[in-house]
């Protein structure tokens, strides 16, 4: 089976950090793109961030000097640190997988993790 098991996220404040994880299982982790999407309510799923399999990053405009993303292929994981963190960065992020080897175009997600950024 595909598992990409998330990181929990949780209440933070304005100005605050916080490190998302996503481990992955059942795939051969260094022919994916890893990457993290967000939906906060009422608004349609967005972009965060992606790394692919060469490593190289993307990176939306909202989060562009606050997130970095990375990952470990040695681990099959994938690690978002966001820091200064505003209330706008309220949502609930979903960590996805997306082969890029050409072979099956199968794209996983993460089931998902609220972060809130509230005082």
């Known amino acids: 089976q595909v598992q990409l098991a998330d990181s929990w996220g949780g209440l933070v404040q304005p100005g605050g950090s916080l490190r998302l994880s996503c481990a992955a299982s059942?795939?051969?982790?260094?022919?994916?793109?890893m990457g993290w999407y967000r939906q906060a309510p009422g608004k349609q799923r967005e972009l965060v961030a992606h790394?692919?399999?060469?490593?190289?990053?993307n990176l939306a405009d909202p989060v562009k000097g606050r997130v970095t993303i990375s990952r470990d292929n040695a681990k099959n994981t994938a690690y978002l640190q966001m820091n200064n963190l505003k209330p706008e960065d309220t949502a609930v992020y979903y960590c996805?997988?997306?082969?890029?080897?050409?072979?099956?175009?199968?794209?996983?997600w993460g089931q998902g993790t609220q972060v809130t950024v509230s005082s």
């Open positions: 996805s997988a997306q082969e890029q080897a050409g072979i099956s175009d199968a794209t996983y």
């Open positions: 059942g795939i051969i982790f260094r022919w994916y793109r």
């Open positions: 790394i692919n399999i060469a490593g190289t990053t």
